[in-house]
């Protein structure tokens, strides 16, 4: 008989927690499952837990003032950054819909001024 795994779900966490507990919130996100750094206040987690289970365990770690939002991914996507960000992404979600990448870095730097 074949051991039957409990389903999983991805999911987007995007976040503003308060400074001081950071890093309490971003250790209980990342012992949920496999998880990835897309920016630094979101991350994409993949867990055998429910939403409403993962909001449970956060909401001791969020205040009043912060924010939280937790957002299923779908396709279709597209996006630029990290490749390894990239990489997980396309494993979650499958292939993007084109990897957007701007034309002329240095164009787009000058416009930008840095």
Do not use: H
Not at 29 to 42: F, V
Not at 59 to 66: A, M
């Amino acid at each position: 008989m074949m051991n039957q795994m409990a389903p999983t779900t991805t999911f987007f966490a995007i976040y503003d927690v308060e400074e001081r507990f950071q890093s309490r919130f971003s250790e209980s996100l990342k012992s949920l499952g496999d998880w990835a750094i897309l920016t630094p206040s979101a991350m994409m987690v993949r867990t055998e837990k429910s939403p409403e289970a993962v909001m449970e365990q956060l909401q001791p770690l969020i205040g009043p003032r912060d924010s939280l939002w937790l957002v299923t991914p779908s396709r279709p996507w597209s996006g630029y950054g990290d490749p390894t960000v990239d990489d997980c992404l396309r494993a979650a979600l499958g292939p993007d819909n084109g990897n957007w990448v701007p034309k002329d870095w240095n164009e787009i730097l000058d416009q930008r001024g840095d």
